[in-house]
């Protein structure tokens, strides 16, 4: 049975989204760090297509566009996703009921920011 995500994403079965979702981090760790902001902006980018098998290619998300509503389109759910694959990605800790989750999560640039000025890994 296929399961309606997102307006833009495909329709997959849930079950393999997760599968895909989990096989992304396990491949995407052995990547060596980005050299420089706009490396690490198309690595978050692709990131975020594949975990949330968005119909956008990496490389159509602008830097500064909103990642709610308006811009990419994304709900409180597609976050969560994207902040546990960049968590375990790059060894941050972001919690849910963090202040600064707004502002972090307000643009692929403000979101790479974070993740240059915070990862451990």
């Not at 992304?24 to 760790?29: G, V, Y």
């Not at 976050?79 to 989750?101: F, P």
Request: proline residues 6%; charged residues 20%; aromatic residues 6%.
């Amino acid at each position: 049975m296929y399961i309606p995500l997102h307006p833009i994403r495909s329709q997959i079965p849930l079950r393999w989204g997760i599968f895909q979702k989990h096989n992304l981090i396990r491949t995407m760790q052995d990547n060596q760090k980005p050299d420089s902001t706009t490396d690490l902006q198309d690595e978050v980018a692709k990131l975020m297509v594949e975990c949330l098998n968005l119909e956008v290619a990496a490389n159509q998300i602008p830097p500064d566009a909103p990642l709610y509503g308006d811009g990419l389109g994304l709900d409180s759910i597609d976050v969560l996703e994207v902040a546990l694959v960049v968590s375990k990605r790059y060894g941050l800790q972001l919690r849910t009921d963090g202040a600064d989750n707004q502002h972090i999560f307000s643009s692929l640039r403000s979101l790479c920011d974070y993740i240059a000025a915070h990862r451990t890994l």
